[in-house]
């Protein structure tokens, strides 16, 4: 059985510091690629950046790109989130989602994530 966990979220002050962790197990690491996703309140769910873990290519939405880091580590089968410079805009349940593929660049359709791990809240006060 395949699974994902979001983790590391909780409540910051403006201009703070989060890491979320994405866990997996099941998958075979290399071959999957891992996204993060973002849903406010009555907001659609949008996309935060990806990692493709064989090479570890990223990429970052033009909205955060400035802030965050995409990471992994093989050895624990996880992929980090480092978000900087939170700003109140970025209150969101954050999601980590996953899909197989043999591209060396991940992509942030969500159409193309087939798993998807339970959310952790992220609140950033003002």
């Known amino acids: 059985e395949v699974q994902l966990q979001a983790s590391g979220g909780g409540l910051v002050q403006a201009g703070g510091s989060l890491r979320l962790s994405c866990t997996t197990s099941?998958?075979?690491?290399?071959?999957?690629?891992i996204g993060w996703f973002r849903q406010a309140p009555g907001k659609e769910r949008e996309a935060v950046g990806c990692?493709?873990?064989?090479?570890?290519?990223?990429y970052s939405a033009d909205s955060v790109k400035d802030r965050i880091t995409i990471s992994n580590d093989k050895a624990k089968n996880a992929v980090y989130l480092q978000m900087n410079n939170l700003e109140p805009e970025d209150t969101a349940t954050y999601y980590c989602?996953?899909?197989?593929?043999?591209?060396?660049?991940?992509?942030?359709?969500?159409?193309?994530?087939?798993?998807w791990g339970q959310g952790t809240q992220v609140t950033v006060s003002s």
């Open positions: 989602a996953a899909y197989y593929s043999t591209s060396r660049y991940c992509k942030t359709v969500q159409w193309a994530f087939k798993y």
């Open positions: 099941g998958f075979t690491f290399d071959d999957i690629h």
């Open positions: 990692i493709g873990n064989s090479d570890g290519l990223t």
